[in-house]
């Protein structure tokens, strides 16, 4: 033990790394998410305090919304990320996608999911054929 506490800069990388850790096991940052249905939209939204907006990642894949909140690691030069919430969310038909839109508040992220009627040439009878 006592040769640690003589190596100044192996001790100072243990501590980074305990930082590191404790943050991804919910020191720092915890992450809330709440999804709630109104009359014409969902809204979900994200809180995580001292989460800056340029953290959040969010990829819309046909009807799957993706969220990401990855943060900086704070001790390398190179660009590497810890992810600290992912959440993938099926959206229904009556989503409509194109009109989806994210709003950022220091500490919270609100995503909007506007409704769409559904018309009838979205619904149809699929015939079977004999082969």
Do not use: C, W
Request: hydrophobic share 40%; proline share 5%; net charge positive.
């Amino acid at each position: 033990m006592m040769n640690l506490l003589k190596n100044k800069k192996a001790l100072i990388n243990l501590l980074k790394h305990g930082d590191v850790l404790n943050t991804l096991n919910g020191g720092r940052v915890q992450v809330g998410v709440s999804v709630k249905q109104h009359q014409n939209e969902f809204v979900i939204k994200i809180t995580a305090p001292g989460v800056s907006m340029d953290a959040y990642d969010i990829m819309l894949d046909l009807n799957r919304l993706n969220i990401a909140v990855n943060l900086p690691h704070p001790y390398t030069e190179a660009a590497a990320y810890h992810p600290i919430m992912t959440r993938t969310f099926n959206l229904p038909a009556y989503v409509d996608t194109a009109n989806i839109v994210a709003h950022y508040q220091p500490g919270q992220l609100q995503i909007i999911l506007p409704f769409q009627e559904i018309t009838e040439d979205q619904r149809r009878k699929i015939d079977i054929k004999h082969l």
